[in-house]
């Protein structure tokens, strides 16, 4: 539950990215790296820690990897909208939401099985 509160709170980052350009290299670029970069070096990270001895460093590596997924996924949400036309917005964020749930659903029941 720790582990996936940043995806409840990714509301957040929205406004973020809207409001500061990192580095002067755009709204959106940035944070995608930084997310990338984030999650990347926490699921290596993931690796080094075992959970058994202590499970309190791998919930918070865990909740950094996922902290990383928010802010790169908004920011590609942000970077999605930015780019289709008013008109097709609606109907390409539902596909996309759409489409998050059904890999979400494979990718579970892929692991359950």
């Known amino acids: 539950t720790i582990a996936t509160l940043p995806l409840v709170l990714k509301f957040l980052a929205g406004p973020i990215s809207d409001r500061w350009s990192l580095l002067g290299l755009g709204h959106r670029l940035p944070y995608v790296l930084l997310g990338v970069l984030l ?3 926490s699921l290596l ?3 080094l820690v075992d959970p058994g001895a202590h499970l309190g460093l791998f919930t918070a590596v ?3 990897a996922v902290v990383g ?3 790169y996924d908004t920011a590609c949400d942000g970077w999605m909208v930015d780019a289709t036309p ?4 609606a109907r390409v964020q539902g596909v996309v939401v759409a489409s998050r749930f059904a890999a979400t659903m494979l990718a579970a029941w892929s692991f359950g099985a």
């Open 69 to 71: 997924l928010a802010l």
């Open 86 to 89: 008013p008109a097709h917005r």
């Open 45 to 47: 990270g993931l690796t």
């Open 62 to 64: 865990a909740t950094l």
């Open 39 to 41: 999650q990347g070096g």
